[in-house]
C-alpha cells in the first residue's frame, strides 16, 4: 500500500502567502535562488520573470511579444502532467485514483484536490483510529470500500451518545500539532470554504467541484439496472466492530469448549428465569435459520458497514414462551462479556419470530469478530441492538418507557434529516477505482440499499450530477432484508465517471423519505 506522506498546501494559504508576497518588497524574499528571477516595479512591487516588457514600455505596447513568449498549448501540457492525480492500492488490492484526471490539471494545479480530505495523508481511517493516543474501538470493513468521515459522524456530531463532538477532537488533534504543521496542513486540508464562507466537508463538497468528469445523461447511458433480496455475503465479507475489554482478551479462535462452558442468563420479570451454556441451549431448543441483513448506526452515506447472511441459531420465540415474560414487561436488557449493554427497542415492537441467539453464520460457526459463541441478532434494528459475546437477557419495566417508533439515526446537521436512512452504497469497488480496459466495454456496479426498519420503495442513479435520472422501483420490499442492486453500463469513452444514487424508502405513514445526501461514487476509465 502506498504511504501517503504528502505536503498539504492550502489554497486558501497559498492564496494568502501569494498576496503578501506580491505586496511585499524585493529584500523581502526569502528564497536566494529565486532573487534573480524575480523582476520588481519602482514600487518594489513583484512583476513578471519572462520579460514581455522588458524593452520598456507598456504591456499592450509590447503586444507583438506575446506570441513569441507565450505558448499556451506547452503550459497547458506541462501542467497537466506535473499535476496529474496520484493513484494507490488499498488493502483489498484495487487501484483507485480519488482525484479525476482533467485536460489542465485543475483539480491538482487550483484545487489541491490531492493534498486534501482525510485519506489524503491517511492510509485509511482505520489506521489514523488505532493510532489515537487514546482507547478507540477498531473498525474492518469487509466490502472493498473506504471507511470515511462520514462513518465517524454517526457517533460524534448530533449522535446523543455522549461522545465528543468531532469539531473539538479534530481540531484539537490536528492543529498547532508538529505533524500536520510540518505537512504545511491547513483549514482548507478538511475543508471547502463556500461562497458564503461556509465551511463544508472537503469529502462531502469535492465531487461538485472536480472538473474531468463525463456527464452522461439518462437517456445516453442506457443504464441496466436490477435487484434483488436474496445476495448472501460471504464470512469474509462481514463488517467488524470491536469488543470494549482489552483486545488481548478478544477471542480469535471458534473453539468448541467455549460453548460448552459459555453460560448464558436469562431473567428479570420473568415465570421461569435459567442458566444454560450455549451447548445446552441448542440441545434444549434447537436452531432454526433465516436470510437477514445487519447495518451498522453508524454507516454512512455511501459506506458499508452492512451484510446480509444467513444466520442460524436459537430462536428468541422459543425462549421467551419458556421463561414467560411478565405482562408489564418493556423493554429487553441484552448484555455482553464486555460490559456493553443495550435495551432493546419496545418489547412489543419486537417480532420475536425473527430473533435468533446466533451461533453460525453462512453454515459456519459463528465467527470470533462476530461474537463467539453467542450473539442476539434483532432483525430490522441497527446492528446497536446486536450484541456479541452475549452474557445475559434480562426482561424489565420501565415505568418512563417511551417506544420510539422505528429506528432512529444520528441527524445530519447541515440537512436536518437522519443519516444513513435510507443509505446506498457501491459494494464491489472503492471509490475512485481505476478499470483498465474498460472503455467500451460493459461493466457491472454492484450495491445495496437500505432503511433499517423501513421497506425500499425505489432507487435512481445518475451519470450527470443529478440532473436526470434512472429510476429502479422496488415495490413489495421486505425491510429483514437489504435490497441487493445492480448497474450494467458500457462506458462509451475512457474518463473519470460519477455515479450518483439517490434512495427512498416508505415510512410507516406511507410517506417517502428520501436520503439525506446522495451517494457519490467516482470510477475512473482506462
Given at each position: 500500500?502506498?504511504?501517503?506522506?504528502?505536503?498539504?498546501?492550502?489554497?486558501?494559504?497559498?492564496?494568502?502567502?501569494?498576496?503578501?508576497?506580491?505586496?511585499?518588497?524585493?529584500?523581502?524574499?526569502?528564497?536566494?535562488?529565486?532573487?534573480?528571477?524575480?523582476?520588481?516595479?519602482?514600487?518594489?512591487?513583484?512583476?513578471?520573470?519572462?520579460?514581455?516588457?522588458?524593452?520598456?514600455?507598456?504591456?499592450?505596447?509590447?503586444?507583438?511579444?506575446?506570441?513569441?513568449?507565450?505558448?499556451?498549448?506547452?503550459?497547458?501540457?506541462?501542467?497537466?502532467?506535473?499535476?496529474?492525480?496520484?493513484?494507490?492500492?488499498?488493502?483489498?488490492?484495487?487501484?483507485?485514483?480519488?482525484?479525476?484526471?482533467?485536460?489542465?490539471?485543475?483539480?491538482?494545479?487550483?484545487?489541491?484536490?490531492?493534498?486534501?480530505?482525510?485519506?489524503?495523508?491517511?492510509?485509511?481511517?482505520?489506521?489514523?483510529?488505532?493510532?489515537?493516543?487514546?482507547?478507540?474501538?477498531?473498525?474492518?470493513?469487509?466490502?472493498?470500500?473506504?471507511?470515511?468521515?462520514?462513518?465517524?459522524?454517526?457517533?460524534?456530531?448530533?449522535?446523543?451518545?455522549?461522545?465528543?463532538?468531532?469539531?473539538?477532537?479534530?481540531?484539537?488533534?490536528?492543529?498547532?500539532?508538529?505533524?500536520?504543521?510540518?505537512?504545511?496542513?491547513?483549514?482548507?486540508?478538511?475543508?471547502?470554504?463556500?461562497?458564503?464562507?461556509?465551511?463544508?466537508?472537503?469529502?462531502?463538497?469535492?465531487?461538485?467541484?472536480?472538473?474531468?468528469?463525463?456527464?452522461?445523461?439518462?437517456?445516453?447511458?442506457?443504464?441496466?439496472?436490477?435487484?434483488?433480496?436474496?445476495?448472501?455475503?460471504?464470512?469474509?465479507?462481514?463488517?467488524?466492530?470491536?469488543?470494549?475489554?482489552?483486545?488481548?482478551?478478544?477471542?480469535?479462535?471458534?473453539?468448541?469448549?467455549?460453548?460448552?462452558?459459555?453460560?448464558?442468563?436469562?431473567?428479570?420479570?420473568?415465570?421461569?428465569?435459567?442458566?444454560?451454556?450455549?451447548?445446552?441451549?441448542?440441545?434444549?431448543?434447537?436452531?432454526?435459520?433465516?436470510?437477514?441483513?445487519?447495518?451498522?448506526?453508524?454507516?454512512?452515506?455511501?459506506?458499508?458497514?452492512?451484510?446480509?447472511?444467513?444466520?442460524?441459531?436459537?430462536?428468541?420465540?422459543?425462549?421467551?414462551?419458556?421463561?414467560?415474560?411478565?405482562?408489564?414487561?418493556?423493554?429487553?436488557?441484552?448484555?455482553?462479556?464486555?460490559?456493553?449493554?443495550?435495551?432493546?427497542?419496545?418489547?412489543?415492537?419486537?417480532?420475536?419470530?425473527?430473533?435468533?441467539?446466533?451461533?453460525?453464520?453462512?453454515?459456519?460457526?459463528?465467527?470470533?469478530?462476530?461474537?463467539?459463541?453467542?450473539?442476539?441478532?434483532?432483525?430490522?434494528?441497527?446492528?446497536?441492538?446486536?450484541?456479541?459475546?452475549?452474557?445475559?437477557l434480562n426482561f424489565v419495566t420501565d415505568p418512563?418507557?417511551?417506544?420510539?417508533?422505528?429506528?432512529?439515526?444520528?441527524?445530519?446537521?447541515?440537512?436536518?434529516?437522519?443519516?444513513?436512512?435510507?443509505?446506498?452504497?457501491?459494494?464491489?469497488?472503492?471509490?475512485?477505482?481505476?478499470?483498465?480496459?474498460?472503455?467500451?466495454?460493459?461493466?457491472?456496479?454492484?450495491?445495496?440499499?437500505?432503511?433499517?426498519?423501513?421497506?425500499?420503495?425505489?432507487?435512481?442513479?445518475?451519470?450527470?450530477?443529478?440532473?436526470?435520472?434512472?429510476?429502479?422501483?422496488?415495490?413489495?420490499?421486505?425491510?429483514?432484508?437489504?435490497?441487493?442492486?445492480?448497474?450494467?453500463?458500457?462506458?462509451?469513452?475512457?474518463?473519470?465517471?460519477?455515479?450518483?444514487?439517490?434512495?427512498?424508502?416508505?415510512?410507516?405513514?406511507?410517506?417517502?423519505?428520501?436520503?439525506?445526501?446522495?451517494?457519490?461514487?467516482l470510477f475512473n476509465v482506462k
Amino acid at each position: 500500500m502506498h504511504v501517503k506522506k504528502k505536503l498539504i498546501a492550502g489554497v486558501m494559504c497559498l492564496a494568502v502567502v501569494g498576496l503578501m508576497a506580491a505586496c511585499a518588497p524585493q529584500e523581502l524574499t526569502t528564497n536566494p535562488a529565486k532573487q534573480s528571477e524575480i523582476a520588481t516595479d519602482e514600487f518594489g512591487r513583484i512583476g513578471n520573470n519572462i520579460g514581455y516588457a522588458e524593452d520598456g514600455g507598456t504591456y499592450l505596447e509590447n503586444y507583438a511579444q506575446y506570441a513569441d513568449k507565450l505558448t499556451y498549448a506547452d503550459k497547458v501540457a506541462k501542467n497537466a502532467e506535473q499535476n496529474a492525480p496520484e493513484q494507490y492500492t488499498d488493502q483489498f488490492g484495487f487501484t483507485y485514483q480519488p482525484v479525476p484526471s482533467d485536460p489542465k490539471g485543475w483539480n491538482n494545479s487550483y484545487l489541491d484536490a490531492d493534498n486534501r480530505g482525510c485519506l489524503s495523508c491517511h492510509d485509511s481511517i482505520e489506521d489514523a483510529v488505532m493510532s489515537l493516543d487514546t482507547k478507540h474501538n477498531a473498525y474492518a470493513m469487509g466490502y472493498p470500500t473506504q471507511l470515511t468521515i462520514a462513518n465517524c459522524l454517526g457517533c460524534h456530531r448530533n449522535a446523543g451518545f455522549g461522545n465528543t463532538q468531532l469539531v473539538e477532537t479534530l481540531h484539537g488533534i490536528h492543529n498547532g500539532k508538529s505533524q500536520f504543521t510540518a505537512m504545511n496542513g491547513s483549514c482548507d486540508s478538511c475543508h471547502y470554504i463556500d461562497s458564503n464562507a461556509k465551511f463544508n466537508l472537503w469529502d462531502y463538497a469535492k465531487y461538485d467541484l472536480y472538473k474531468g468528469i463525463t456527464n452522461v445523461k439518462a437517456a445516453d447511458a442506457k443504464l441496466n439496472v436490477s435487484y434483488d433480496q436474496d445476495t448472501i455475503s460471504n464470512n469474509d465479507q462481514l463488517f467488524f466492530e470491536s469488543l470494549n475489554n482489552e483486545p488481548s482478551e478478544w477471542r480469535t479462535e471458534t473453539d468448541p469448549a467455549v460453548a460448552d462452558s459459555w453460560v448464558l442468563s436469562i431473567g428479570g420479570e420473568v415465570e421461569n428465569p435459567l442458566e444454560m451454556t450455549v451447548t445446552e441451549l441448542v440441545e434444549k431448543f434447537g436452531t432454526k435459520s433465516s436470510i437477514q441483513k445487519q447495518s451498522c448506526i453508524e454507516n454512512a452515506t455511501g459506506n458499508a458497514w452492512i451484510y446480509q447472511a444467513e444466520l442460524t441459531g436459537v430462536s428468541m420465540k422459543d425462549v421467551i414462551d419458556y421463561v414467560k415474560p411478565a405482562a408489564s414487561v418493556t423493554s429487553l436488557k441484552a448484555t455482553s462479556e464486555d460490559g456493553y449493554n443495550m435495551v432493546a427497542p419496545a418489547f412489543t415492537d419486537v417480532n420475536y419470530e425473527d430473533c435468533l441467539l446466533v451461533t453460525e453464520i453462512n453454515g459456519q460457526p459463528l465467527p470470533a469478530s462476530q461474537g463467539y459463541p453467542l450473539t442476539l441478532a434483532v432483525p430490522r434494528n441497527s446492528a446497536a441492538a446486536y450484541i456479541k459475546t452475549l452474557t445475559s437477557l434480562n426482561f424489565v419495566t420501565d415505568p418512563k418507557f417511551e417506544a420510539k417508533g422505528g429506528v432512529g439515526s444520528p441527524v445530519d446537521p447541515d440537512t436536518k434529516s437522519m443519516q444513513g436512512k435510507p443509505n446506498s452504497a457501491v459494494l464491489n469497488f472503492p471509490d475512485g477505482v481505476v478499470l483498465d480496459g474498460q472503455a467500451g466495454k460493459e461493466l457491472t456496479l454492484e450495491g445495496f440499499a437500505d432503511a433499517y426498519d423501513e421497506p425500499i420503495k425505489k432507487i435512481e442513479y445518475s451519470l450527470d450530477h443529478g440532473k436526470t435520472w434512472t429510476t429502479l422501483e422496488t415495490p413489495s420490499n421486505d425491510p429483514t432484508r437489504w435490497t441487493y442492486w445492480r448497474v450494467k453500463y458500457t462506458p462509451g469513452e475512457a474518463g473519470a465517471y460519477l455515479l450518483k444514487v439517490r434512495t427512498t424508502s416508505t415510512q410507516p405513514d406511507g410517506s417517502d423519505r428520501i436520503c439525506s445526501r446522495d451517494t457519490n461514487f467516482l470510477f475512473n476509465v482506462k
